[in-house]
């Protein structure tokens, strides 16, 4: 078992190294510049088509999808992020990418705690709900934060007051890129989270059991169904049935009348023990 951990945690360090390496490289060659998009100019960033063509001439690939595969690995694992579109998927088109600073690295960033967490999740809720809205986990991730964390709730909001204070100082360019890092940084390291890249199971089944035009349609067969032979009729019938049986047999039965002597693991008699001894 521990020759097992040894090797689990030797490819979770080659895995770091390699990938941190990798993205080393890529900040030192890589053709960043500042990009314009929508007036707003972006800087030290590259396109999707950029990244994809420079790993794919950096890693001698014969095919252009194995580029954008590992780009896209990278991207899931927190070493770079899209700047406008939040996707977990790299795109080979303009979309806009900046490399994540070195300090939130998935290997170098220390865990967080859910006061960070909180804070950052309150920031949001303070801001531009279309832009900055928290999505389906981060909200129940919120609702969780708030019954665990109330007794410092008042403190979260100072903090996230404070925090939204200094970033609506900053320039246009620099807000647009600080949250996309922010937000790239807590997918990967939000606390509780074992796994950026998996869904809970019961999150999964949901999602597999969507209803469709043909369950909607058995399900309103099912419920005509109902209608046509009153089940709650039967129900009632049946629980007067079960009531009749239980007064009928209320005298011999033990968990309603207590036996005579008692059950010496229950109570304290042990007349039943005493009884039983052989003279």
């Known amino acids: 078992m521990c020759w097992i951990v040894s090797v689990a945690c030797l490819h979770n360090h080659l895995e770091s190294y390699l990938l941190n390496s990798l993205s080393l490289r890529i900040a030192e060659s890589a053709p960043l510049k500042t990009h314009k998009y929508f007036r707003v100019a972006v800087p030290q960033a590259l396109t999707g088509q950029t990244l994809v063509a420079f790993l ?63 804070i950052y999740l309150n920031k949001r ?103 046509k032979t009153k089940p709650w009729l039967k129900a009632l019938k049946a629980s007067e049935t079960m009531v009749c049986w239980c007064e009928q047999f209320y005298d011999y039965d033990p968990f309603l009348t207590t036996p005579q002597p008692s059950n010496p693991w229950i109570s304290d008699d042990i007349t039943l023990w005493v009884l039983n001894t052989d003279s």
């Open 125 to 227: 809720l303070m801001r531009n709900e279309l832009r900055h809205g928290l999505e389906e986990d981060e909200v129940e991730a919120y609702n969780k934060l708030l019954e665990l964390l109330g007794h410092m709730w008042g403190f979260i909001t100072m903090q996230a007051e404070m925090q939204l204070k200094i970033q609506k100082e900053k320039k246009k360019s620099d807000k647009v890129v600080y949250d996309s890092e922010e937000r790239a940084f807590w997918r990967t390291r939000r606390p509780g989270q074992a796994n950026c890249l998996e869904q809970h199971i019961q999150k999964v089944e949901k999602k597999l059991r969507k209803c469709t035009a043909a369950g909607y349609k058995k399900e309103l067969e099912r419920l005509k169904f109902f209608l």
């Open 56 to 118: 794919q001439e950096l890693m001698s690939f014969d095919d252009a999808a194995d580029a954008l595969h590992l780009a896209t690995l990278l991207l899931q694992h927190g070493y770079l992020f899209p700047v406008i579109e939040h996707s977990l998927v790299v795109k080979d088109d303009n979309t806009l990418y900046r490399l994540q600073l070195p300090y939130f690295w998935p290997s170098h960033a220390t865990n967080t705690d859910n006061v960070e967490y909180a």
